[in-house]
């Protein structure tokens, strides 16, 4: 198994007027995928799967309850299950931190509840890429309790080892010496407020690591 490589346009939080009201297709060359970490508008997501014809996933966002009615179109939602691109596997969950009766609201155990019952469809074969809106528990996340990260998050990504996490919900202006991008063992986590352009390489792993991967994974609960 060789190395795999697919260049992502990642967006989140915020619509970027770059990629909006002044679209330059030759700024986007080689992007393949469009990955979307929630909170921005259906509309937005279909505008750059139109003029970029690239497959999209994306998770919705804390303020993402009009997807409920009109869900991105052209768009694929990660959290209804995982997504191949490329030989990469993809998972996904959607919303935040939070006990407000809203919709993409949910509690610490809420959350570990939908990673349990999602924990079937990837547990015999991993993921590569965990595309998530709320950051991990202490990687990336900030202070208060509705930017705190779910726990549930970081126990995927120490079992899993993902190659990349992708997140958004944590805005660069919270905190202005939080940095963006950081590495948290294997992985490298990255805040995808408003766009970044990447060009992802997923190390190819041997038999070995393979079966340690799928050593004491089933679901808990």
């Known amino acids: 198994m060789t190395d795999r490589h697919l260049r992502v346009l990642v ?3 915020t619509e970027s007027k770059f990629l909006w009201d002044y679209f330059d297709r030759t700024c ?4 393949e995928l469009i990955i979307s970490c929630g909170d921005v ?6 505008f750059l799967v139109t003029m970029l ?8 966002g804390n303020h ?9 179109e052209g768009c694929e939602d990660l959290t209804l299950g995982p997504k191949t691109i490329k030989g990469i596997r993809f998972v996904g969950f959607g919303g935040c931190k939070s006990g407000a009766p809203k919709p993409y609201h949910y509690t610490e155990e809420i959350m570990q509840r939908l ?15 965990l595309v998530t809106h709320c950051p991990a528990y202490g990687l990336g996340d900030g202070s208060d309790p509705f ?13 899993y080892k993902p190659a990349y996490h992708f997140h958004g919900h944590q805005h660069p202006s919270y905190n202005s010496r939080q940095p963006r991008d950081l590495i948290y063992g294997e992985t490298t986590v990255i805040n995808g407020y ?3 352009i990447l060009d992802l390489n997923i190390p190819a792993k041997n038999e070995q690591d393979k079966k340690q991967t799928k050593k004491g994974l089933k679901p808990r609960g």
């Open 115 to 129: 990673v349990r019952r999602a924990m079937p469809k990837f547990m015999f074969t991993g993921f590569d890429v």
């Open 28 to 31: 986007l060359e080689g992007v």
């Open 194 to 196: 408003n766009y970044r």
């Open 64 to 72: 993402d309850a009009s997807y409920l009615l009109h869900p991105p």
């Open 11 to 13: 967006v989140s939080d």
């Open 41 to 46: 508008r259906a509309d937005y997501l279909s």
């Open 53 to 60: 014809p690239v497959p999209c996933l994306y998770v919705p």
């Open 147 to 159: 930017h705190e990260g779910f726990r549930v998050y970081r126990s995927l990504i120490d079992r």
